[in-house]
């Protein structure tokens, strides 16, 4: 059967359970019907790893890493190894992400020859698959090539006892298990956080950020339990399984700010003295579309460098809100105007509408001038907006020399 044939796997048979990649995973038996469409458009996926004729070990995880898109948006992406699905991952978003990275596991369990396949869906309509040809072998003595260093690959340590979560898409983090809670970032595709506890459906786990503090990431699509949203790995058999959260009366946890549901919350206000322009618009007044704005830049206009100092620094903080009547999809914030270095950039995985997110980045400015730095939301230009012309907003910064 040919690739191209193989694309249709509308209606499958999905696994069932929570994703864990130190078990092997059951397959489906067969691959589903034909399911013909009339759209001339489809989505389409890309795979940057692992390389086309790769070796691999038999019971040695493999990631695959790739880029899905779609004009309209990508809801669901799936992994076939040897014409069956063995892999169900889905955005976060219902109405899909324009632009979905994506970091799919899979565990062979045979040696020879094994053929993957990405296959992207938006709603019922299935793009064309990608896939590589790897060669499985018994153990690492026998594989021959040397193996091409990947650096944006994930490694997992199979010895590793820390319970972790691996991230299969942008995956919003919430102060709180549910959609309705404060978001505070979004983990990027591939990104590894160690677990602090979970919920006993394990349809949400608390995680340890890089900084620090503690959120919660969704662990499957709640239509869908088969559909997933992280990979878990590890030892998790100690880790603290808690009821739901009470809806009405939501509570943070220690040393967070008590979090609030997405209808109660407000965008910003206005931006005052020391805030950028919000941009040329605002509202999307009778749009069904998603509008997103960039709604404060905020931080320091006057800086001074020492005498003797190399640098100066300052914290900025960008807020960007969806003041649009749909939710977004994913999109990506990016500051730029900084010197000596690139844009700073982050991926959210989308806004519903009214919901407000914000960023804070430091800054260091090396010589006596003056520095526009530049906001911008949807950079990549991946969200259908109702107003185009209102994504992005300037702050002047002054350095001078002591």
């Known amino acids: 059967m040919s690739r191209k044939a193989r694309h249709v796997l509308l209606l499958a048979a999905l696994l069932s359970g929570a994703c864990n990649l130190t078990t092997e995973r059951p397959q489906p038996t067969s691959l589903p019907p034909a399911v013909a469409t009339a759209s001339a458009s489809k989505p389409e996926v890309s795979i940057s790893a692992p390389l086309d004729g790769a070796e691999v070990v038999v019971g040695t995880d493999i990631l695959i890493r790739g880029q899905a898109s ?12 040897n014409d069956r699905i063995v892999r169900t991952v889905s955005s976060e978003s219902p109405a899909g992400n324009r632009s979905m990275p994506i970091t799919l596991d899979y565990r062979p369990v045979v040696t020879g020859r094994l053929e993957l396949e990405v296959v992207a869906w938006r709603g019922n309509v299935a793009g064309d698959p990608n896939g590589v040809t790897l060669e499985v072998r018994a153990n690492r003595s026998q594989v021959l090539a040397t193996a091409v260093p990947l650096p944006e690959v994930p490694v997992i340590d199979p010895n ?71 990979s878990v790995y590890g030892d998790c058999t100690n880790i603290q399984a808690l009821p739901p959260p009470e809806p009405e009366a939501p509570t943070a946890a220690p040393g967070e ?12 206000a206005a ?54 009547a749909a939710a977004s999809g994913g999109f990506r914030v990016r500051l730029g105007g900084i010197p000596d270095s ?36 949807d950079s990549n230009d991946e969200v259908s907006e109702g107003d185009e012309g209102n994504n992005s907003t300037r702050l002047e910064v002054t350095v001078s020399r002591n």
């Open 70 to 81: 779609d004009a309209e948006g990508v809801t669901r992406v799936h992994l076939v190894a």
């Open 160 to 230: 590793d006892p820390t319970c972790r979560v691996l991230t299969n898409v942008p995956l919003n983090v919430r102060v709180n298990a549910g959609t309705g809670f404060r978001r505070v970032t979004t983990l990027a595709s591939g990104d590894q956080v160690p677990v602090l506890a979970r919920l006993v459906d394990d349809s949400w786990w608390q995680v340890r950020l890089r900084d620090g503090t503690a959120g919660w990431v969704a662990g499957h699509n709640p239509d869908n339990t088969s559909e997933q949203f992280v």
């Open 271 to 324: 931006p005052q003295e020391n805030a950028g322009n919000a941009g040329n618009g605002g509202n999307a007044e009778g749009s069904d579309r998603a509008d997103l704005i960039v709604a404060n830049l905020r931080g320091p206009v006057s800086l001074t460098l020492e005498r003797g100092s190399s640098s100066v620094s300052a914290t900025y903080e960008v807020t960007v809100s969806n003041r649009g």
């Open 342 to 377: 690139d844009p700073l950039v982050e991926v959210v995985g989308g806004l519903g509408p009214g919901e407000s997110i914000s960023f804070s980045h430091e800054v260091a400015f090396s010589a006596d001038e003056s520095v526009v730095l530049v906001a911008t939301v």
């Open 257 to 268: 700010p008590a979090p609030t549901t997405a209808a109660a919350e407000q965008p910003p």
